[in-house]
């Protein structure tokens, strides 16, 4: 019986994800996934040393291009194919190595945590992240657990630990700390030394030209000002209640304040029962609750690493606590495994369902709404050929870029030599600038100065100065409610 339910639960994940994949809006993250995956393979390599990402997902999404197209959906598609496959873990592996009812709730929960619904259709790396930060955790628990007996579990284990550091550096972090528990558990198991020597090189080796890349990267970032900050108690209960929240706010989620604060405060709630759970469960002597102590030691420790280094510069956003997400997921199914009472089993799903309910309507009207193709169509319709478009800010300025794809686009940026460089993904098509004295002295068109509250009277004074001629003719404005971009464009037209 359950495993009929299991595998409905496998098909109702695959349409959940297909649902919310189906639309065509992108902001500034997706944005630079298309813009990289544009260039050719010598130009990607150097486009991504500019930022500040290793490369595994941007590779795999370029090969995905390369077969199938560019098409926003289907990328969003292969993005939620890794979420799915994390999903699938719990009916091939929680299922057959823990117990039947926790691979379950692991595959349910992986589809109906909106935290998973919403990372797996964007087109980043999230959702790949988490699947293989998930196998090298599995695999590293039953390498130690069966002592290195199956060559395979081994060669599992530092394949995934790798490929999950190749595809974001939190993923680097959460696998050193799942070798930490490695080592841990095979001196307690008095493995013999050699082995963790050869698992330890095997990684090394593989890793050695991520490492490099991570060097440069690195230094560069550090040169510069992050945009990261961590402020507490804020970050601790944003990081419980994120699977819950998917958003770091109530702006961020599409949701009112009270009803955010609501869902986030279920969540620390349901983390915190989940916790105890396992605490109780290892205290009862129940042997499933170790692997699920371990995913929970991991997941803490990623967030306790980042938040220590934070101390000193931040680098802990709640956002990455994404890529420890499957081993999250793994707690919550033993938790909800050992409910012994039916009706507390069906007040729990029923309370989940709210909670998607609440969280997932708004943002499937954001996405589904249709105003970002109304905003393209309105903003291509109004565009002359001889139009230029100005902006000095890359966030929103990159989805005008991608709606406006073959216009001359100029980003002026004084800080253009500082990284990360994310703008030089966007080049030839997007010409970045350190000033308006380099914007060309010969438009023929009007400009279209892209602005922000922010930056509008900075903006406009830089330009008026450079083209004293131009005159203001019209303000365009444009909403979308996705990611909550506005766009304002201050039209000007050119000197006789």
Sequence with gaps: MLKRVHIAVLAFGAIIFAFTSLNGNVWFDECYSLAAISHSGDELISVLTDDVHPFLYYFMLKAVSLVCGTSVPLL???????????????????????????????SLFCFILPAGIKYACEIRMYSFAALFVFFSAFYAYLTVKDSFKSKKNFILFVLFSVAAAYMHYYGLVT?????????????????????????????????????????????????????????????LLQTMSYAYTGGDSAWDSYMSFPVFCAVAAVGCVLFVLAVFAVVRG???????????????????????????????????????SMLPYGLLLAVYAYAASVIKKKQLVYTLCIALCVILAVVMIPFYVAVHNGDFAAAEAELNESFAD??????????????????????EQYFVSP???????????????????????????????????????????KLTAALEQRYPNAERTDTVELSVMYRHNEFKFIVYAPAD
């Design 76 to 106: 969003r598609l292969f993005s939620a194919l890794g979420m799915w496959l994390l999903g699938l873990a719990g009916y091939t592996h929680v299922r057959r190595y823990i117990s039947e009812k926790a691979g379950l709730f692991f």
């Design 386 to 407: 001889e139009d230029v478009l100005v902006f000095g800010a890359l966030t929103p300025g990159s989805a005008v870029s991608y709606m406006l794809e073959g216009e």
């Design 415 to 457: 800080d253009m030599e500082e990284y990360p460089r994310a703008y030089t993904a966007f080049a030839p098509s997007l010409v970045t600038v350190p000033d308006f004295d380099s914007l060309p002295d010969d438009i023929e068109g009007r400009i279209w100065l892209l602005v922000q509250d922010y930056n509008e009277d």
């Design 175 to 235: 696998v050193c700390v799942i070798n930490a528990f490695f080592i841990v558990g095979a001196v307690i198991k008095r493995l013999k030394l050699w082995q963790i020597a050869a698992t330890a090189a095997a990684e090394l080796l593989l890793y050695a030209p991520g490492f490099l890349v991570f060097i440069t990267q690195s230094t560069r970032v550090a040169s510069g000002d992050y945009w990261i900050r961590v402020k507490y108690p804020d970050v």
């Design 282 to 320: 290892l205290k009862n002597g129940d042997t499933a609750a170790v692997p699920a102590a371990l995913a929970l030691g991991v997941f803490c420790g990623v967030v306790a690493a980042g938040l220590a280094v934070s101390v000193f510069k931040e680098f802990y956003y709640v956002r990455y």
